[in-house]
């Protein structure tokens, strides 16, 4: 598949192994302006892994992942990495972020996905679903344009999957997500591409 300008995200024949296993082989993909784009197939598949590449966290073997400068890529992991010491969610969500940190906090509760009491927890103590939401809230704080998402419904309550949905419909570039939720399926609507397991 050529390269091809008017595409936010294009991958050129993946390829990707890892343990030994080829995890992908020779995945061509075009995410023009505007689509949405579901990645389908069973477990092992590679589903995660192309997501990753295409996030530019997992450098591929063989192939290309081409990001237009005009891009600037959210990613929603599946099981975000936990940290191992005592920094409270609020201060995950500030990181090296530059602004005052009052005004911070109060952008992290307007988002609707914490209390006060939440921000001052401990990352590491809270539930899988309140450290997700850490993930998302810091995804919107980076206000991409292009967006991967991984089981994107995984850990979260209805109400903040509805809050998610309606932000996506009212997304206006391009989304890839990978999701085994048929409501979810359902509701994201978008073109679906089955990704067969590389054996």
């Known amino acids: ?48 892994t192309l997501l990753r590449a295409l996030a530019g966290q997992l450098l591929p073997d063989r192939g290309q992942v081409v990001v237009a400068a005009r891009a600037r890529i959210g990613f929603l992991e599946q099981e975000p990495v936990r940290p191992n010491g005592d920094a409270t969610l609020f201060e995950l969500y500030r990181g090296d972020r530059i602004g005052e940190p009052e005004a911070l906090l109060n952008e992290l509760i307007w988002t609707g996905l914490f209390t006060y009491a939440d921000t001052r927890k401990r990352a590491r103590e809270v539930s899988a679903g309140q450290f997700r939401k850490l993930s998302l809230a810091r995804l919107l704080a980076a206000q991409p344009n292009v967006l991967l998402l991984d089981e994107p419904t995984n850990h979260f309550s209805l109400q903040v999957v509805e809050q998610l949905e309606a932000a996506l419909a009212a997304f206006p570039g391009p989304v890839i997500a990978v999701s085994h939720d048929a409501r979810f399926a359902e509701r994201f609507g978008g073109q679906a591409r089955a990704l067969a397991a590389a054996l």
């Open 1 to 48: 598949m050529p390269l091809r300008a008017p595409f936010a995200l294009q991958a050129v024949g993946l390829g990707v192994r890892l343990g030994g296993r080829e995890v992908l082989r020779e995945v061509d993909l075009a995410l023009p302006d505007g689509m949405r784009l579901r990645i389908e197939g069973p477990n092992g598949a590679g589903k995660t």
